[in-house]
Nanobody, 129 residues
Framework: QEPLVESGGGLVQAGGSLRLSCVAS????????MGWFRQAPGKEREFVAT????????WYADSVKGRFTISRDNNKNTAYLQMNSLKPEDTAVYYC??????????????????????WGQGTQVTVSS
């Protein structure tokens, strides 16, 4: 089984909305934090948002605060990224990631791509002006 599978990407005009979904395989459980990262051509992979294992705590990059919302449904083992008021600069491949953080200071690590052990294949989001 693939560990993570993203869906929901596509082409949208500036100001529009998309919702991305990430379904985790059975070997990834609710104990894992779920994150979203994105990477544009020629750019480094950057942090977008993370939700902790319970869904009660979230972290966002400054560039998406107020526009994007991350959530999860542990019964479905699925994470979501609701993206509103999309801008052309949001264009990128979006990746879902998962990590069972054991460090008590894990909140300091959620924005670091190399801390995540599981990754999806990515889904393309393109925002036209």
């Amino acid at each position: 089984q693939e560990p993570l599978v993203e869906s929901g990407g596509g082409l949208v005009q500036a100001g529009g909305s998309l919702r991305l979904s990430c379904v985790a395989s059975g070997r990834i459980f609710g104990s894992h934090a779920m994150g979203w990262f994105r990477q544009a051509p020629g750019k480094e992979r950057e942090f977008v948002a993370t939700v902790n294992w319970s869904g009660g705590t979230t972290w966002y990059a400054d560039s998406v605060k107020g526009r994007f919302t991350i959530s999860r449904d542990n019964n479905k083992n699925t994470a979501y990224l609701q993206m509103n008021s999309l801008k052309p600069e949001d264009t990128a491949v979006y990746y879902c990631a998962a990590e069972r953080f054991l460090d008590p200071d894990y909140e300091l690590l959620v924005s670091l791509p190399y801390e995540y052990d599981y990754w999806g294949q990515g889904t393309q989001v393109t925002v036209s002006s």
